[in-house]
Nanobody, 128 residues
Framework: QVQLVESGGSLVQAGGSLRLSCAAS????????MGWFRQAPGKEREFVAA????????YYADSVKGRFTISRDKAKNTLYLQMNSLQPEDTAVYYC?????????????????????WGQGTQVTVSS
C-alpha cells in the first residue's frame, strides 16, 4: 500500500506564500502521477495541480496557473506545492494524491476518481 502525509499548511495573509509537502511511503516505486487537490467548506474537492512523476512535468488548474508550482524530489519520494500570491479564495484543505497505475486518458488525470491513494489533508487559510 501507499501512505501519503501532507504538511506545511498554515494561516497566511493575502499575497503571502506557503510551500506544502507530501511525503510518500510504501509501494510508490511505480507511481505514474501525483497531484494536489483542495476542498473548501461546502464545496467539492477540486483539482489544483498534477505532475508526471518520472518526467517532472506539471499541469495546473486555470485558477492557480502562474501562482502555484508543483514539483517533486524523487530521491525523497516527496511532492511539493509552492503557492505564491495567495488569495482568500485559496483557503481550503489541501490533499495530495497518487496514481500508481499508468494513465492512458488525456494529458493528465484531474478527477478525484483517477487517483488511487490520498493523504489526510493540510489546512491552508488565507486572511484578507
Amino acid at each position: 500500500q501507499v501512505q501519503l502525509v501532507e504538511s506545511g499548511g498554515s494561516l497566511v495573509q493575502a499575497g503571502g506564500s506557503l510551500r506544502l509537502s507530501c511525503a510518500a511511503s510504501g509501494r510508490t516505486f511505480s507511481s505514474d502521477f501525483m497531484g494536489w487537490f483542495r476542498q473548501a467548506p461546502g464545496k467539492e474537492r477540486e483539482f489544483v495541480a498534477a505532475i508526471k512523476w518520472i518526467f517532472g512535468s506539471g499541469y495546473y488548474a486555470d485558477s492557480v496557473k502562474g501562482r502555484f508550482t508543483i514539483s517533486r524530489d524523487k530521491a525523497k519520494n516527496t511532492l511539493y506545492l509552492q503557492m505564491n500570491s495567495l488569495q482568500p479564495e485559496d483557503t481550503a484543505v489541501y490533499y495530495c494524491a497518487l496514481r500508481r497505475t499508468s494513465y492512458r486518458g488525456g494529458n493528465y488525470p484531474r478527477a478525484t476518481v483517477e487517483y488511487e491513494f490520498w493523504g489526510q489533508g493540510t489546512q491552508v487559510t488565507v486572511s484578507s
